[in-house]
């Protein structure tokens, strides 16, 4: 998606809206609508979640941050994470889910399920 403007630091801050209304419009722009349907969405995210777990698939358990990871280790890794993510958002607005609110709820459930321990 390298036609996508960047905006400098601010793309570090981008949100879920941002991302789905440029997903909707490189979508457009090639005509690939009519290809993304929610199990098709679906496959391609599966798809790429296993190109994610090649990643980590011989190098046992890796500690946080990836010190000893190597610059296009760490970029890769972000390009595959970036897949998931892009093909998720895509898939939430076709199945009219807001991803944000539903994961907002996710997370209020989960405090309730999950309470925090006190002392």
């Keep these: 998606m ?11 801050d981008v ?5 789905s209304k440029k997903l909707e419009e490189f979508a457009k722009a090639r005509d ?9 969405l679906l496959l ?12 980590f698939q011989w190098k046992g ?9 190597e610059e296009p280790e760490k970029e890769h890794l972000g390009d595959e994470l970036s897949d998931v993510l892009l093909y998720l958002v895509r898939l939430s607005d076709i199945c009219g889910i807001d991803l944000g609110d539903a ?6 459930k ?6 925090a321990k006190t002392s």
């Design 2 to 12: 390298g036609e996508l403007e960047r905006t400098g630091e601010n793309e570090k």
């Design 15 to 19: 949100g879920l809206r941002d991302l």
């Design 110 to 115: 989960n405090e309730i399920k999950y309470p």
């Design 44 to 55: 391609a995210m599966v798809g790429e979640i296993g190109e994610l777990s090649e990643i």
């Design 61 to 69: 358990e890796v500690d946080k941050g990836l010190p000893n990871w």
């Design 32 to 40: 690939w609508e009519k290809y993304h349907s929610p199990r098709n």
């Design 103 to 108: 994961a907002t709820n996710k997370l209020a």
